[in-house]
């Protein structure tokens, strides 16, 4: 089935950028998705990017997809310790019953050393 | 504040138990969704609706049901609770199917004993 991978942990310093990686498995992906939990919290959409597009930029958050290779990352430029958190991927679901539902990664926890 | 709204926070049920979560939606969204997310497991879809009476499962069903009787709620019933239940469950809506994201709540933490 349809798969998405992410690296568990990841540990920066407070002003440092922070690059999180994700992998999915579907060609036909048409949005993928990136989410922020913070402790306790549901899950907060950061951003996301249509299929048809390499990059999107908002403010510190960068999004770039490589379709050839199936990857997606997020970079955060000048990381805070309010960003520490979990970061999930997301990639649409392609087909069949659960057609335009979500498949998450298991997410990967940032944390910000200051 | 418009959103998603799940009760209760917290709850403890015995093994055996049933109950219902709550879910409440004042956004007009037409597609909501129950998830439910385990340590290293992500968020695994249980069952979604895409309109008024109309349900559907998704990737772990078993065990519970669901309904949509109106656009607003969509609860999710724990028939016989399991201590493979415990978790915390998420509800989701949105617009539309996804397109541009997810609304999520803030979470249900159920024990089972």
């Known amino acids: 089935g349809e798969d998405v991978e992410q690296s568990l942990f990841l540990s920066v310093r407070e002003g440092d950028s922070s690059v999180i990686n994700c992998t999915y498995t579907?060609?036909?992906?048409?949005?993928l998705y990136w989410y922020k939990q913070e402790p306790g919290a549901g899950l907060q959409l950061l951003t996301y990017i249509f299929s048809n597009m390499d990059m999107k930029q908002d403010q510190r958050l960068t999004v770039l997809l490589n379709k050839k290779d199936k990857h997606l990352s997020l970079r955060i430029a000048d990381t805070q310790t309010g960003d520490s958190a979990i970061y999930f991927c997301a990639d649409r679901h392609p087909s069949g019953g659960s057609q335009g539902n979500l498949i998450f990664g298991k997410g990967t926890k940032l944390s910000v050393k200051p | 504040n418009a959103g998603v709204t799940q009760t209760p926070k917290f709850q403890v049920l015995k093994t055996g138990q049933s109950m219902t979560l709550q879910c409440a939606q004042d956004?007009?969204?037409?597609?909501m969704s129950w998830y439910r997310q385990d340590p290293g497991m992500g968020l695994r879809l249980i069952h979604y609706?895409?309109?008024?009476?109309?349900?559907d499962q998704g990737e772990v069903p078993n065990g519970y049901n669901v309904s949509r009787s109106t656009t607003e709620d969509f609860p999710l019933r724990l028939l016989s609770a399991a201590p493979s239940q415990t978790s915390v469950y998420f509800c989701a809506s949105s617009y539309s199917l996804g397109d541009y994201g997810y609304t999520f709540g803030s979470g249900t933490r159920l024990t089972v004993v």
């Open positions: 609706s895409v309109g008024a009476g109309i349900t």
């Open positions: 956004m007009n969204h037409e597609y």
């Open positions: 579907d060609s036909s992906s048409t949005y």
